[in-house]
């Protein structure tokens, strides 16, 4: 059973409020990963992290999005302005440091943006 | 950059029917490793297999697949479905080695009824 811990599990938020998440990874799993499942159930990959470091994030993640991995704290991702089409399931993942190992998920962040 | 093709949208079945899910990807590297993750309603996703070796089969919980390089392909089987396998099943594919992101199909739900 994965021991991703993610909270809340449902945010509610108005339109250009911010909506902050945490994801607490695997124990010994240096890798990080946050994943937005849309309505349409596809993962759209937001922002990786080894360690503390971004390793990968993609441009809107970048734009409207704060996210970071400090050491001894939990995981988190941001978003500064929500906007309706933010509402989605937000999902973290960790793995052990090489790409071929298996991703194990948190339960989600349910975000409904009103 | 990466790909992966599933069959798409939603698939219906009668339990003890055979199930197939197709996955074909592409890729610039010629060893991946290959994934398929299952996601069950209100759970979070986890692996049900995974494979690296070409023309091997691998199973687990009654499922089997076996990477095919010539074809780039992937494909999950059973033989019978149970209305257990109802869920929401993803294709990944990962390079070997490295610190790479690995890249999902958009999802196959599978629905199997009496």
């Known amino acids: 059973n994965s021991k991703v811990i993610q909270t809340p599990r449902y945010l509610v938020k108005g339109q250009g409020q911010k909506a902050k998440m945490r994801c607490i990874p695997e124990?010994?799993?240096?890798?990080v990963f946050w994943y937005q499942q849309n309505k349409n159930n596809e993962f759209k990959f937001l922002i990786n992290?080894?360690?503390?470091?971004?390793?990968?994030q993609i441009d809107m993640t970048e734009k409207r999005f704060s996210a970071e991995c400090p050491s001894n704290s939990p995981c988190s991702l941001e978003i500064q302005s929500s906007e309706a089409g933010d509402s989605a399931l937000y999902l973290c993942?960790?793995?052990?440091?090489?790409?071929?190992?298996?991703?194990?998920f948190g339960a989600g962040t349910r975000l409904s943006v009103l | 950059g990466d790909s992966v093709t599933q069959t798409e949208g939603l698939v219906t079945l009668t339990e003890g029917l055979p199930v197939m899910l197709n996955c074909t990807y592409q890729?610039?590297?010629?060893?991946?490793?290959l994934f398929w993750y299952v996601q069950h309603l209100n759970e979070s996703p986890r692996l049900l297999l995974k494979?690296?070796?070409?023309?091997k089969r691998t199973e687990h919980q009654g499922f089997h697949a076996t990477l095919h390089k010539s074809s780039s392909s992937f494909h999950l089987q059973k033989s019978s479905a149970q209305l257990s396998d109802s869920a929401l099943y993803y294709c990944?594919?990962?390079?070997?080695?490295?610190?790479?992101?690995?890249?999902f199909g958009k999802g196959t739900s599978l629905v199997v009824h009496p």
């Open positions: 993942a960790s793995r052990t440091g090489a790409s071929q190992n298996t991703l194990y």
């Open positions: 124990k010994g799993h240096p890798v």
């Open positions: 992290f080894q360690n503390q470091e971004v390793l990968q």
């Open positions: 890729t610039i590297y010629s060893n991946p490793f």
């Open positions: 494979s690296f070796t070409d023309n």
């Open positions: 990944a594919l990962s390079p070997s080695g490295g610190n790479y992101k690995p890249t």
